[in-house]
């Protein structure tokens, strides 16, 4: 008996231990957000999470209201859904409010790259003089170049160019605009080592293609592999590719590489100066791949496909991108040279740049975390204040909350190629909600610290693709009434969503 009570209490001492580490006995407290920490200690709702973002979100808002702390995996998450409280998120001191945090646990887990102190600075210092104003003049016409030399090298050739060639626009879109961006990043394989023009520009298209073939696996096992959910064999082969990836954007590889972005260039520099590791290095080059190359694909191929369901938008937006090309002077012949398209002119795209933003609003859904570093109050724009404990996170879905909003954009599920323009013609930013304007009426980048710093050359690249389509290619669909593919839902919270299949359709050249 002398022994049974200590091992007695002690076993008692770990169970309530554990409990609590299980969340069992968390309460909502006077002041704090509804609490709905689901039926599953620790887990929460995470499956019901993971399974459909949105939806779940969407059923919380219905049983809370628009501000509610969930249990998901051991975190508590507490979710501000109301768009015009959004800026005392964004807005809040890094002391209290951190993207880096969540961020870094993600990258670690999902690209095993270890943040060193002060490093996020070299990609904000970098992108700051690269991904604008004159840095973005350079990365815009490297990318002309890599997509001319993809989508039109045969212009001119004897081949006969009358032939319709059909593929699934998703693979088609992403692939090329993957492979460009990825060129006008991680520069072209040089001329003389190759010999010729013609040799280096086949070998860089045979190269990407590759890179393209595997970051495609990668993409498919993405949503798992974050949520930590991969099983054994799948998450040898995560690493399979990781290793393949750290090969091949390594430093050794780039070194002897031609047209290297300065982008690319400054962060490697930055982090060697810093007497980063050369396999860490490798490892965030990966990084940024994924970050400048996840997206921009699926977009381009919604973009299209929206166009193309739309004979109005699409009438428009050739109009407006054959009156920019005939007022640059130059014109699109058979056997002629390629056309300028510079960076100039994509600036003055309004239409377009309304059907761009039309897009991302349909189809972009990233979910913005912070942890919470301090015990806060968060204030509400209509006067409410909560609660929120240190150790919590907090977190924004846009999508849900603005972009399918009906009062803030009525009709919401319909793509408007002119949603964003005013009568005028000029680019519209007011809308609003119970008579108030909305100030983050549209989120596809983020908000914050934490928002994309490679928007403008995103938006860049997506308008370079669909002017070249337009100006040089004739399409369609191969099944014109065919339907609208839905999202992939299991993508919700990683940015661009993708088609849950792919839609056939058939290119030629015009000329
Ligand atoms: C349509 C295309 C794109 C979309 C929808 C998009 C969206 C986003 C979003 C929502 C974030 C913030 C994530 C968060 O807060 O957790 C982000 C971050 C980021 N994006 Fe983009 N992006 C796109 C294209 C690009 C491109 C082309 C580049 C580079 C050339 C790029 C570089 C980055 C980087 C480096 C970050 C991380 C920023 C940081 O850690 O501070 N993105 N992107």
């Given amino acids: 008996m002398g022994l049974l009570l200590p091992i007695l209490l002690g076993f008692l001492a770990a169970l309530i231990g554990g409990l609590y580490l299980l969340g069992v006995f968390r309460q909502r407290r006077p002041g704090?957000?509804?609490?709905?920490?689901?039926?599953?200690?620790?887990?929460?709702?995470?499956?019901?999470?993971?399974?459909?973002?949105?939806?779940?979100?969407?059923?919380?808002?219905?049983?809370?209201?628009?501000?509610?702390?969930?249990?998901?995996a051991g975190f508590y998450v507490t979710f501000v859904q109301d768009p015009q409280s959004f800026g005392a998120i964004v807005k809040e001191s890094r002391e209290k409010l951190d993207f880096n945090k969540f961020a870094r646990h993600l990258v670690r887990r999902v690209f095993g790259?270890?943040?060193?102190?002060?490093?996020?600075?070299?990609?904000?210092?970098?992108?700051?003089?690269?991904?604008?104003?004159d840095g973005l003049r350079v990365m815009t016409q490297a990318m002309m170049t890599n997509l001319q030399n993809l989508m039109l090298r045969d212009i001119g050739s004897a081949s006969d160019q009358t032939t319709w060639t059909e593929d699934g626009l998703f693979s088609y879109s992403y692939n090329i605009v993957f492979r460009a961006g990825y060129l006008s990043l991680y520069g072209n394989v040089?001329?003389?080592?190759?010999?010729?023009?013609?040799?280096?520009?086949?070998?860089?298209?045979?190269?990407?293609?590759?890179?393209?073939?595997?970051?495609?696996?990668?993409?498919?096992?993405?949503?798992?592999?974050?949520?930590?959910?991969?099983?054994?064999?799948?998450?040898?082969?995560?690493?399979?590719?990781?290793?393949?990836?750290?090969?091949?954007?390594?430093?050794?590889?780039?070194?002897?590489?031609?047209?290297?972005?300065?982008?690319?260039?400054?962060?490697?520099?930055?982090?060697?100066?810093?007497?980063?590791?050369?396999?860490?290095?490798?490892?965030?080059?990966?990084?940024l791949l994924w970050a400048s190359q996840g997206n921009t694909g699926p977009s381009s191929f919604w973009l299209l496909l929206f166009l193309m369901k739309h004979p109005e938008a699409m009438t428009a937006v050739k109009e407006e991108v054959d009156k920019v090309v005939k007022?640059?002077?130059?014109?699109?012949?058979?056997?002629?040279?390629?056309?300028?398209?510079?960076?100039?002119?994509?600036?003055?795209?309004?239409?377009?740049?309304?059907?761009?933003?039309?897009?991302?609003?349909?189809?972009?859904?990233?979910?913005?975390?912070?942890?919470?570093?301090?015990?806060?109050?968060?204030?509400?724009?209509?006067?409410?204040?909560?609660?929120?404990?240190?150790?919590?996170?907090?977190?924004?879905?846009?999508?849900?909350?603005?972009?399918?909003d009906p009062e803030i954009h009525p009709d919401p599920y319909s793509f408007k190629y002119d949603r964003f323009l005013n009568p005028d013609g000029s680019k519209k930013t007011d809308f609003y909600k119970a008579g108030k304007k909305v100030k983050y009426f549209n989120m596809p980048w983020g908000a914050g610290v934490s928002m994309c710093p490679g928007r403008f050359f995103a938006t860049n690249e997506l308008k370079q693709f669909v002017f070249l389509m337009l100006v040089y290619f004739e399409f369609e669909l191969k099944n014109p009434d065919e339907k609208i593919p839905e999202i992939d839902?299991?993508?919700?919270?990683f940015g661009t969503m993708?088609?849950?299949?792919?839609?056939?359709?058939r290119y030629r050249l015009r000329y």
């Fill in 32 to 72: 704090e957000p509804p609490l709905d920490k689901g039926l599953i200690p620790w887990l929460g709702h995470v499956l019901e999470f993971r399974r459909n973002t949105f939806k779940f979100l969407e059923r919380m808002k219905q049983k809370h209201g628009d501000v509610f702390t969930v249990q998901l």
């Fill in 113 to 133: 790259y270890v943040f060193m102190e002060g490093d996020q600075n070299i990609l904000h210092v970098s992108s700051n003089k690269h991904l604008k104003g």
């Fill in 190 to 287: 040089p001329h003389k080592s190759e010999g010729s023009e013609e040799k280096a520009i086949n070998k860089d298209r045979a190269e990407s293609e590759a890179l393209f073939y595997e970051f495609r696996k990668y993409d498919q096992l993405f949503p798992n592999l974050a949520y930590g959910v991969l099983p054994p064999r799948q998450r040898l082969e995560a690493e399979r590719l990781q290793g393949f990836f750290w090969n091949a954007l390594s430093l050794q590889k780039m070194k002897v590489k031609d047209n290297v972005s300065r982008w690319v260039w400054d962060v490697q520099q930055g982090k060697e100066e810093m007497g980063m590791e050369e396999s860490m290095i490798n490892r965030y080059m990966f990084v």
């Fill in 327 to 404: 007022e640059s002077g130059q014109e699109v012949t058979p056997g002629g040279p390629l056309i300028n398209l510079t960076h100039e002119m994509l600036m003055k795209t309004p239409i377009l740049d309304s059907a761009v933003e039309e897009t991302l609003r349909l189809t972009a859904a990233p979910l913005l975390t912070r942890a919470v570093l301090q015990d806060l109050t968060l204030k509400m724009a209509d006067g409410r204040e909560y609660l929120i404990c240190k150790g919590d996170r907090i977190a924004v879905f846009p999508y849900s909350a603005v972009q399918v």
């Fill in 489 to 493: 839902f299991r993508r919700w919270g």
């Fill in 498 to 505: 993708q088609p849950n299949r792919d839609v056939q359709f």
